[in-house]
């Protein structure tokens, strides 16, 4: 079993669409947790951070169930340029070992 | 410099060649990290350094593979005898710190990553 578990889409959703985005891991030791976006061909880059609490950037919420080992991002009102691939993000071990869903691409069309 | 640097950024050669990738970390980021990625999947941790040292080192694929940072700074991770499967980009990362879990403040800055191909 893979330790950060994505489902790999795609989604095609219209403009102000809502959709979700789920992630599981397999550590329930990990410590941190985030979401990175990834555009074609384009180096990751850090989207949110995800609190146990829950947290909201604007359209994004990113939820976290720890008794569930499960990671959800949220995006509300889907513009065009939100098309890209989501990285679920789980930091394990005694050091920032970032381990690397494989990804959620998201299509969103006019 | 302002972002992490990676040469070459394309690179073809031929199996059994040995290659050489370089990363240029932010200047200061103590935590360097490699990753790799194959065509139309995630991303596959190889190496970790904090400093100098490679505390972890458990995602190097085979012997073929090895990494080393000089000065907390500048990291080249070397493949002898490439083989066609080694063909991927192979990503480098910086961070400010890397000996506690990482909170919203310390996060990965990726580079543009070396593209491999082996024929």
């Known amino acids: 079993r893979k330790e950060v578990e994505q489902d790999p889409g795609p989604f095609n959703v219209p403009e102000g669409a809502t959709v979700a985005f789920n992630c599981t891991y397999s550590?329930?030791?990990?410590?941190?947790f985030f979401w990175y976006r990834q555009d074609c061909r384009k180096e990751p880059k850090l989207l949110m951070s995800?609190?146990?609490s829950g947290n909201e950037d604007g359209r994004f919420t990113a939820q976290l169930n720890r008794a569930s080992q499960y990671i959800s991002l949220l995006i509300r009102d889907s513009k065009l340029s939100d098309s890209a691939t989501y990285l679920c993000?789980?930091?394990?071990?005694?050091?920032?070992?970032?381990?690397f869903g494989a990804g959620t691409r998201l299509a969103v069309h006019p | 410099g302002a972002g992490v640097s990676q040469s070459p950024s394309n690179k073809v050669t031929e199996k059994g060649k040995d290659v050489e990738l370089r990363c240029d970390p932010i200047?200061?980021?103590?935590?360097l990290y490699w990753y790799r990625q194959s065509l139309g999947q995630g991303l596959e941790f190889l190496i970790y350094?904090?400093?100098?040292?490679?505390?972890?080192k458990s995602g190097l694929p085979s012997d073929r593979f090895s990494a080393e940072r000089t000065g907390g700074s500048v990291s080249t991770l070397t493949i002898q005898r490439t083989q066609q499967e080694d063909s991927a980009v192979y990503l480098c990362?910086?961070?400010?710190?890397?000996?506690?879990?990482?909170?919203?403040?310390?996060?990965?800055?990726f580079g543009a990553g070396s593209r491999l191909t082996v024929l």
């Open positions: 990362a910086s961070s400010p710190e890397g000996d506690r879990p990482l909170g919203g403040a310390n996060v990965l800055t």
């Open positions: 550590n329930s030791a990990s410590q941190s």
């Open positions: 995800v609190y146990s």
């Open positions: 993000v789980v930091v394990s071990g005694g050091y920032n070992k970032l381990i």
């Open positions: 200047s200061g980021h103590t935590a």
């Open positions: 350094f904090q400093g100098n040292s490679a505390p972890d």
